[in-house]
């Protein structure tokens, strides 16, 4: 069963809040904008009050905007009905609905800004819309331009490592799909990365793994023991884990010589 869209929205945030360079992005952009002083904060604030206000007002519309967007847009992709910037506009529209509201809090608090000013606010969003669908577009072009540059097989050997922090970066021993996400496990540790299975394996060299469940590809040469009991398979991997092999995968396991003197329970 598939996550929800608040799920889905909540898990990418997670990844998110713990990705450094997600951080070290937010915080420059803040600065950027506390040293320019748009949308008259030069003429309202201080330098020091701007470079606090902004890195403030990016980091909350920033994670509060990916919530909406997210949460708008999964349900339209995941019909596949619609063209892929039809859930990006959505995903626009939503964010700048869920961000309009701490964003005129933060100014009434501020700068004393007018909340029943209707022309006011009406302004305030469509200045609120227009951040929305420059930060949206923005990131959905990344993505594209990311999911381009993967499906060159000269960078198939350290594609699925670069995703990975740089701590975790090593030996391969497994990948398991867990709903939208794919537990990346090396002997440096695991990290779940937003990927489908199958484009997780196309990201590995084919000759040093092997899919064995349709939830759990494996590196070959991490296997260190195999078992069947009561006609189930399952490869005892390097880091202890036991993976189980489905009947669906079990000839090319037995043809990749896996269960060469397996042990029958």
Known sequence: MSPSPMETARQQVLTWVKNPTIWIALMSAGVIFGIAGPFETHDKLSLLGRLIYWPVMVTLTFFTGAIGS????????????????????AGSVAAALLVLPEVALVNW??????????????????EVLAVAICVTFTFAMIKLRIAKLTTDPVSATSRLLDRLPADKRGDLISLSATDH??????????????????????????TKGLRVHRSHWVALNQVTDAQQTNGKTVLRLSDGRDIPVS????PAVKEAGLLSGVEHG
């Open 247 to 250: 009947r669906t995968y079990l």
């Open 181 to 206: 996400y794919v537990d990346v496990v090396t002997d440096k540790g695991g990290e779940l990365l937003l990927i489908r299975l199958t484009d997780a394996i196309q990201e590995v060299p084919p």
């Open 70 to 89: 997210i949460f708008a847009a999964e349900p339209i992709r995941a019909k596949k009905k619609f063209p892929y910037w039809v859930s990006v506009a």
């Open 109 to 126: 608090l501020v700068f004393g800004l007018d909340l029943a000013d209707m022309k006011t606010m009406v302004m305030l969003w469509l």
